[in-house]
């Protein structure tokens, strides 16, 4: 199958033209196809179908044209459409859309320039802009969709037709690019970078006066059009042609024999930001907090410029990070790195993320350090003038990123870790908690559509209360319930209260709670620095789970296992590092509905039931000993443990 959107949307699937007809699927389908293989929100669809302006039947009305949508396209393409929170995405493979062979095109010339193959560079960039058929989205019914979307893609026709140029103009092929760059110009008459390389080509052609002319018609247009004058690269261009400057490079003369040209040696900008979740709730104080601190010019006290976004797997740190990231991306001229550090699982280590973020900002990969400390200073040399933004996803420790923080003051990192990393000097911490009821149903109404919930309100409390503020939870509720057209919010929620193993329902596909829970419980074993004669954290999280507790004080527990209530503290505390346990202060912790849940799973899986009552925590247990505090009010634990 085929999908075309560099022109005309067009759609072939087993060799014959499928004709998409109806005009609001037709913005579901383009939407889907330009964010190939990424989640696109309902809310993102419906604000383009309706230009930003969706009836409150939108999410319903929605899920009706993805089915009708998935019928038109027939079984086969027609499952390709998957629905996953919080909305819809299509699978495909890279060279089933003109747009994907369009982007692996370009991503092969990068690669071929990098190597100084100017040849090849150029070949595959004129493969990528043969793709174009014309204007692209011109017949989509959605003035948003093409403000947006349609002018992304322009750009990027743009930037890669400029790229092709510069090859060209390394090549020595000023004459045969003339006709094109005359054209080009006429139809963005703007576009300074454009301009640049006409007046580079008229200047080798031995046609100055063109030139300069070029560049006053162009000046005359911006101040007449803008109120501004020419940018720096344009100025720089009028300079050097006055002054016949040999790094031009013109015909018979001039030093490009010696090295590449200025547009080749010109530094990078790297853009590598994945695409950002549309959806984020309750974090508007953090968002404000993070986008302050990432664009003031100078930070307070002299601090540096790392923060770090911490808390539990699911809580939203990716999420908030890269919305702040997009959201201050601007202010960042010499572009934004990303890297991701692979967690507690797969660590990466710094020299393989360093050699990579080298290469982007142009040193040959033949040139980049064998050892970290090398590679090191010299990306701190590199970006030492260069105000980057660099965001590292997943870090397991403050050793793991210290050699990615770039050299300039006004660079800044953004490093999101399930650790502290307190040992990161100077880092600004921002501390993630589980979101409110109001949040949680905000978000969960983002997903299944405002009105389910305003129909159900006590079923939705109820269904957000058992995914304990976990927005990962909560999406994947959604998810489910988007996937089950015939239950309603009661349904989801009596199968969340029934069920023996609560975790069971909530996963859909690989995502899942559990999974991240386990993380920490691993990590038990592997940080959790504690003297020996102490009680084994994981054992404590087991008996907790055994005895279904909820608030646990530190002094009654320490009376359970017969230790210290010093000790008692420090195992939990090791616990609420590894956030399977939350610190409520004055010695109180508390276990939400997933935390007991996984708690129990781990005492049934490790822990003969008969052995609850003498769990091995390092000491005898008192059975007749509890932990479990229960509620003096609503929303009010009552502090003193219960005797049984």
């Known amino acids: 199958m085929q999908f075309r959107m560099l022109g005309p949307l067009s759609v072939q699937v087993d060799g014959r033209e499928c004709a998409v007809s109806a005009p609001r699927q037709r913005v579901v389908l383009a939407l889907l196809l330009i964010n190939a293989n990424h989640v696109v929100s309902v809310d993102r669809i419906a604000a383009a179908v309706w230009d930003g302006g969706p009836p409150p039947s939108a999410s319903a009305t929605v899920r009706t044209y993805v089915m009708r949508l998935r019928q038109v396209l027939g079984a086969v393409a027609g499952r390709r459409i998957r629905t996953q929170a919080p909305g819809y995405l299509i699978d495909l493979a890279e060279d089933e859309t003109d747009l994907g062979r369009f982007t692996a095109h370009r991503s092969r010339a990068a690669a071929h320039v990098r190597a100084g193959e100017l040849e090849r560079a150029s070949v595959e960039y004129a493969a990528a802009l043969a793709l174009w058929r014309g204007d692209p989205l011109v017949d989509i019914p959605s003035r948003g969709l093409r403000d947006v979307e349609g002018r992304y893609l322009q750009e990027l026709r743009l930037q890669t037709l400029e790229s092709r140029l510069d090859a060209d103009l390394a090549l020595r092929r000023h004459n045969e690019i003339l006709p094109e760059l005359w054209r080009e110009v006429q139809e963005s008459p703007l576009r300074e970078a454009l301009v640049s390389r006409l007046m580079l080509a008229l200047f080798r052609a031995g046609r100055q006066s063109e030139a300069l002319s070029q560049f006053q018609l162009t000046r005359a247009a911006l101040i007449d059009q803008l109120g501004a004058e020419p940018g720096s690269e344009l100025r720089e261009m009028q300079r050097r042609i006055l002054a016949a400057d040999d790094l031009l490079g013109g015909e018979g003369g001039g030093s490009t024999a010696d090295g590449p040209p200025p547009w080749i040696g010109r530094r990078p900008r790297p853009a590598q930001l994945p695409a950002r979740i549309d959806v984020l709730v309750g974090r508007?104080?953090?968002?404000a907090d993070l986008a302050r601190r990432l664009?003031?010019?100078?930070?307070?006290?002299?601090?540096?410029a790392v923060t770090v976004v911490t808390g539990a797997g699911g809580v939203g740190k990716s999420a908030l990070a890269l919305h702040v990231a997009h959201a201050v991306r601007e202010r960042f001229g010499n572009g934004q790195l990303y890297a991701d550090l692979g967690g507690r699982d797969h660590p990466v280590e710094p020299i393989e993320v360093l050699g990579r973020f080298l290469v982007d900002l142009g040193v040959p990969e033949a040139e980049v350090p064998a050892t970290e400390?090398?590679?090191?200073?010299?990306?701190?040399?590199?970006?030492?003038?260069?105000?980057?933004?660099?965001?590292l996803e997943d870090a397991r420790s403050a050793a793991q990123v210290r050699p990615l923080v770039p050299g300039c003051p006004d660079s800044r990192t953004l490093v999101t870790s399930r650790d502290r990393l307190a040992d990161l000097d100077g880092a600004h911490i921002v501390t993630l908690s589980a979101l409110d009821e109001a949040a949680s149903l905000d978000l969960l109404g983002s997903i299944v559509g405002r009105r389910q919930p305003e129909a159900e309100p006590r079923a939705a409390r109820a269904v957000v209360r058992y995914c304990s503020g976990l927005p990962l939870a909560v999406r994947i509720v959604g998810a489910r319930y988007l996937g089950r057209p015939h239950w309603d919010l009661d349904t989801l929620a009596r199968r969340l209260a029934g069920a023996p193993r609560l975790l069971d329902e909530l996963r859909i596909?690989?995502?899942g709670v559990r999974a991240g829970l386990e993380v920490g419980y691993?990590?038990?074993?592997?940080?959790?620095?504690?003297p020996p004669e102490l009680p084994d954290p994981a054992a404590v999280l087991r008996l907790l789970g055994a005895v279904g507790a909820e608030d646990v004080d530190a002094t009654a527990l320490a009376a359970l296992l017969d230790c210290a209530p010093s000790a008692a503290e420090a195992v939990l505390e090791a616990l609420a590092?590894?956030?399977?346990?939350?610190?409520?202060?004055?010695?109180?912790y508390h276990l939400d509905h997933l935390l007991r849940a996984y708690a129990r799973e781990r005492a049934l899986a490790e822990d003969p039931p008969e052995r609850w009552s003498q769990a091995k925590c390092g000491g005898p247990v008192r059975p007749h000993r509890?932990?479990?505090?229960?509620?003096?009010?609503?929303?009010?634990?009552?502090?003193?443990?219960?005797?049984?």
Do not use: F, K, N
């Open 284 to 287: 508007d104080g953090e968002h």
């Open 295 to 304: 664009t003031a010019d100078a930070l307070p006290g002299g601090a540096a």
């Open 373 to 391: 400390e090398q590679a090191a200073l010299l990306y701190r040399s590199i970006t030492a003038d260069r105000r980057v933004l660099v965001v």
């Open 509 to 511: 596909g690989d995502l």
């Open 522 to 530: 691993r990590a038990l074993g592997e940080d959790a620095q504690l």
């Open 577 to 588: 590092d590894a956030h399977l346990v939350r610190a409520c202060g004055g010695g109180r």
């Open 626 to 644: 509890h932990v479990v505090s229960r509620p003096a009010g609503p929303g009010r634990p009552d502090p003193r443990p219960v005797r049984s």
